[in-house]
């Protein structure tokens, strides 16, 4: 199961009124921040060798799975590992939608099992941009070989929700309406079949000002196992940091598993 998430602040009192407010008057009074290098996707190192198994073939050990992690350092500046969950995770996520094939998808982001309660998180990294309050969330799953055809309808799912959630309204817990918009995101040709969205979710300041929360997800299938990736924040979101953890951590992941069918 997904580690249990301990809040960064008490979020879960604040009205998203509060939220929106706080967020925006942070991104007035932060300084200028120098130009942050450019992000290349690096080479994967040969990640450490999992202790050999004899389910190895058949079985992603959670040795395995965190050898497949990302890494702050895969990174580089400003991320960092987490402090805790977002504010906007209960703020925003929690949320209701008048169209059933919407609010599945909130509650699939909000729970952070986008692949269903029966894909279990074998690893679990969270990373946090310092600079821009983005907060990354990476996971490996896996499920029997059997149920492969599962994971391919869940990215058969994600593919329809460009159209059929590409605009919708949410109603969080206190009560304040959010615009959302869903749009499909580019991802790298990793793993065996992936989907990538960009869901923006919109709120309104008390000042009038918009205030929008921007969510990058992805889902990708690599051989029998899967990768999960939210990457999301109120300020600069870099689709570039989703699409090289989704290279990444399908190329480690692969890796991972051609060690264990060597050591078996």
């Known amino acids: 199961m997904t580690p249990p998430r301990t809040p960064r602040v008490t979020a879960a009192a604040l009205t998203l009124a509060t939220l929106l ?3 925006a008057c942070s991104a007035l009074s932060t300084p200028p921040t120098a130009p942050r290098p450019p992000i290349t996707r ?6 450490s060798k999992p202790p050999a198994s004899p389910a190895a ?3 992603l050990t959670e040795a395995m799975a965190r ?5 702050e350092q895969d990174l580089g500046e400003p991320w960092m590992p987490t402090q805790g969950a977002a504010t906007w995770h209960d703020g925003v ?4 939608a008048d169209v059933p094939e919407c609010q599945r998808l909130l509650d699939a982001l909000y729970a952070d099992d986008l692949f269903g309660a029966d894909a279990h998180p074998r690893a679990v990294v969270g990373l946090d941009d310092e600079w821009n309050e983005a907060q990354l969330r990476y996971q490996v799953l896996s499920r029997p070989p059997a149920d492969t055809a599962k994971t391919l309808k869940t990215l058969a799912w994600l593919k329809t929700l460009p159209q059929k959630c590409a605009r919708f309204a949410a109603t969080t817990t206190t009560g304040a309406v959010l ?3 869903v749009t499909e995101a580019p ?3 990793a793993g065996d079949a992936r989907q990538g969205l960009r869901v923006l979710l919109t709120g309104e300041s008390p000042d009038g000002e918009p205030t929008t929360l921007t969510l990058d997800v992805a889902a990708v299938l690599v051989g029998e196992d899967a990768i999960s990736v939210t990457n999301g924040g109120f300020g600069d979101v870099q689709a570039e940091v989703t699409q090289t953890v989704v290279e990444l951590g399908a190329q480690r992941l692969t890796e991972v598993r051609k060690q264990g069918r060597v050591q078996v």
């Open 57 to 59: 073939v058949s079985t």
């Open 21 to 23: 407010t706080t967020t």
């Open 179 to 181: 615009g959302a918009q």
């Open 93 to 96: 996520l929690k949320a209701k």
């Open 67 to 71: 050898a497949a992690l990302v890494s």
């Open 187 to 189: 991802l790298p040709e």
């Open 42 to 47: 690096p080479t994967s190192a040969p990640p």
